[in-house]
């Protein structure tokens, strides 16, 4: 069970919130982001390396000077962005040695250091993953906005890898219906360090011609 704190800044913290199977996931929820009669949409946001809670990077002697891009800072940014919308930071289930971004709950196979090694769509692990967090976030909300940020970016790039596999299947009404709210994604300076071997931009016409079937900005 997930255990959550509220802070002055008026964010919420929910630890270790439980998603598919036996994955695990901090989120920082923004309530305040919008008022809550007007708010139907939410924002789920992934992180880059370095990028962390304030007393965490405050902590670190090499990340301390990048603080002002704390998770905090940047989901009141994004509440400015998407003003009638809920944001969700969703923190990386490993930080390695304090510094890089793994999301291997949403990306099953990476490197120690959170680097994409392939987009594996079996089982569709990182929609299930993610509609397990949705449901216990949104209880109203219908449109999704999912925004990655450097190395964030590769769990946009495994959903999309997943939506592209499951056009050829049928699945239960429930993750249909969560997938049909998924209206845009948002990559921003995607980047990983293997680069050279594993997609860093959705170039392929397969995965494009996703985004144009489902009607995903």
Known sequence: MATSTTTPSQYQILEQAPGYGN?????????????????????????????????????????????????????????????????????PNIMKDGTFARFSNFVPQTTEYGDPVRYDTANLVALRHLHALDQQISKTSTDITLVGFSKGCVVLNQLLH???????????????????????????????????HVMIWPTDESLVSTLIHSAIQ
Not at 30 to 55: H, M, R, T, W
């Open 23 to 91: 994955r695990k996931n901090d989120l920082i929820f923004f309530s305040n982001s919008c008022p809550a009669s007007s708010a139907n949409k939410v924002v789920y946001y992934f992180g880059g390396d370095i990028q962390d809670l304030p007393e965490r990077m405050k902590s670190s002697r090499d990340n301390r000077q990048y603080q002002r891009w704390n998770l905090i800072s940047t989901g009141e940014i994004l509440c400015r962005r998407f003003p009638h919308s809920f944001i969700v930071a969703i923190r």
């Open 162 to 196: 997943e939506l592209t596999a499951l056009r050829t299947l049928n699945l239960d009404h429930d993750l249909s219906h969560f997938i049909s709210r998924i209206r845009r994604f948002i990559w921003l300076d995607g980047g990983h360090n293997n680069g050279d």
